[in-house]
């Protein structure tokens, strides 16, 4: 009978580790408590699936020893401990377990706001701890026809929204990537205007943490605010701008805020915890003993599947098997999948639908392409609950159709795959070929014939075709310090231009607004791979 190693890294619920202990195909090491250098050169070699959490890093030098690993599970939703192109590139699966803590980290957030509205944890310390009994000091606020923003409305935030709704409170949801009947179905107020959420009395965030999202909420957002707002964060550190916050909690801009997360942590000496008008805890979103048995329970079970080979749940990387497909198919998936990424940034709305086609050889694989391309598409609105595995069934949960089609031979290239992207707010279509020199290069995009190297920061402007414009842009970059390294053009017959302007670096919002606010300008655009 063949046996499986499945090393544990980290602590995890009992229950797993009886699982783990009970399956005779499995030889268990428990090995929460070793030193991690011994963990990672003596114990990891051995393993056929490793268990971990956010006290092991699965960084270089895990996976350089991880040399018989088939997967690894996280034990949790976060995977930012995990080198996942690492591990793509050595074959290594990486699981995570995204709804184990679902119902713990919503429960959190409500205990957060009741505490902010409340003062409880001030309020207990002045009778428990100094032994005052003066009810006059601790006079709050009720829920109750409150005006509660919520900032991302998934699996998290839809489940807080249902529960402040019990509570009687007005709810206003704020998510352009889902479909509006999501929130209003529930009788609450859906807004694709981000400046509904910040005239709310309270806010709570629920996104994932990418470059969209993070310090969303920042100095400009807090002084539009009103007085007196409560602000919530049981997602993810770095969402609110820890700066901007600490310094309307001391003005008084900002009554209250309810913190679990944070930057940096552990936050021993974070600035915020000398304030008087805040209520923090210690990334609890998850410590419930029912989401540790959960966590535990299903990384057990997703480690044993893996390590016998019989699914691979919540798959975040699934290898591609290169010797049942041609060589020259996995770069055409790696760029359909930064295809799908690149019109989601230049497409920003919910998305409907994605149409991927594909001419010559290439034309055989539409239905992986399809997925890869799926993933990159919806990669920056679901982060980490996206994968190669569920992007099917994430899609159809959103309301997103994806169609697959197989064309006949390009006149001009090879191979060649064209993407649709349609959102609530237009669509995007772009075409794109793998040269003899393996690079990746865009040829068209929505009809403009313009050849682009698929990488990096880069601008796409599309305007008027009047002179003076390329000089104008040139001096708008130039004035904010962005350095071009590429500036690509192309014209129509119908009086327009396309330029796509790669450049060093990201650029600030004021650059954007002041190429948007160019005559001809017709849209203008950013976006990075």
Same mark, same amino acid.
């Given at each position: 009978?063949? +046996? ?42 051995? %393993? ?15 996976? +350089? ?91 998290? &935030? ?11 409170? =007005? ?46 909420? &920042? ?35 900002? /009554? ?17 915890? =000398? ?33 016998? &080979?019989?699914?691979?749940?919540? %798959? ?66 679901? &982060? ?64 403009? =014939? ?27 970059? %130039? ?11 192309? /014209? ?34 950013? %976006?990075?791979?």
């Amino acid at each position: 009978m063949q +046996k499986y190693t499945v090393v544990v890294c980290d602590h995890i619920h009992q229950a797993g580790l009886d699982m783990l202990e009970n399956d005779e195909n499995i030889n268990f090491i428990m090995a929460a408590d070793e030193p991690k250098d011994k963990l990672v050169s003596e114990i990891i070699p051995k %393993a056929d699936v490793a268990i971990t959490r956010s006290s092991t890093d699965v960084d270089a030098n895990f996976i +350089k020893y991880a040399t018989n690993m088939k997967a690894i599970v996280r034990a949790g939703v976060g995977v930012d401990n995990v080198d996942i192109p690492g591990c793509s590139k050595e074959g290594i699966i990486v699981m995570n377990v995204p709804t184990a803590n679902t119902i713990a980290a919503v429960e959190l957030t409500m205990t957060h706001m009741l505490s902010c509205m409340r003062m409880f944890p001030y309020s207990h310390n002045h009778l428990k701890d100094e032994r005052i009994w003066k009810r006059e000091k601790w006079y709050g606020y009720e829920l109750k026809g409150k005006k509660l923003g919520i900032i991302g409305f998934g699996n998290i &935030g839809s489940r807080v929204a249902k529960r402040a709704k019990a509570f009687e409170m =007005d709810i206003v949801a704020y998510d352009p990537y889902i479909h509006p009947s999501k929130v209003t179905d529930l009788d609450m107020t859906y807004t694709k205007n981000f400046e509904d959420i910040l005239a709310c009395d309270i806010i709570t965030i629920h996104t994932p943490k990418n470059k969209e999202t993070i310090g969303i909420v &920042g100095k400009e957002e807090i002084a539009k605010m009103k007085d007196g707002v409560v602000l919530v964060n049981c997602a993810r550190g770095d969402l609110y701008n820890e700066e901007a916050l600490f310094d309307g909690l001391k003005s008084g801009k900002i /009554r209250f805020a309810g913190i679990d997360v944070f930057g940096k942590e552990p936050a021993i000496n974070n600035p915020l915890l =000398d304030l008087d008008n805040i209520v923090v805890s210690p990334h609890l979103g998850a410590n419930t003993y029912e989401s540790q048995y959960n966590i535990g329970t299903q990384a057990a079970t997703n480690a044993i599947e893996a390590a016998k &080979g019989i699914a691979y749940q919540n %798959a975040m990387n699934l290898p591609i098997d290169e010797s049942k497909i041609p060589s020259f198919v996995k770069p055409f998936l790696e760029m359909g999948q930064k295809i799908g990424f690149l019109e989601s940034q230049m497409n920003k709305s919910q998305i409907i639908s994605i149409k991927v086609s594909g001419y010559g050889e290439i034309s055989q694989y539409v239905d992986s392409l399809s997925t890869f391309v799926a993933v990159g598409a919806m990669s920056e609105t679901s &982060g980490s609950t996206i994968n190669y595995v569920n992007a099917e069934f994430v899609a159809k949960e959103k309301g997103i159709d994806i169609e697959a089609e197989s064309c006949v031979d390009s006149s001009v290239y090879k191979n060649l795959i064209t993407i649709k992207l349609t959102t609530a707010e237009g669509t995007t279509t772009i075409s794109a070929t793998i040269f003899d020199d393996n690079v990746q290069r865009i040829v068209a995009i929505n009809g403009f =014939d313009i050849e682009v190297a698929l990488h990096g920061d880069m601008i796409m402007l599309k305007n008027t075709d009047v002179p003076g414009v390329i000089g104008s842009v040139g001096t708008i970059l %130039a004035n904010n310090n962005v350095n071009i390294s590429d500036f690509s053009l192309s /014209r129509n017959d119908q009086g327009e231009a396309l330029a796509v302007i790669l450049i060093d670096g990201a650029v600030h919002e004021n650059t954007m607004s002041a190429l948007d606010a160019l005559d001809a300008t017709i849209t203008v655009n950013y %976006a990075k791979i």
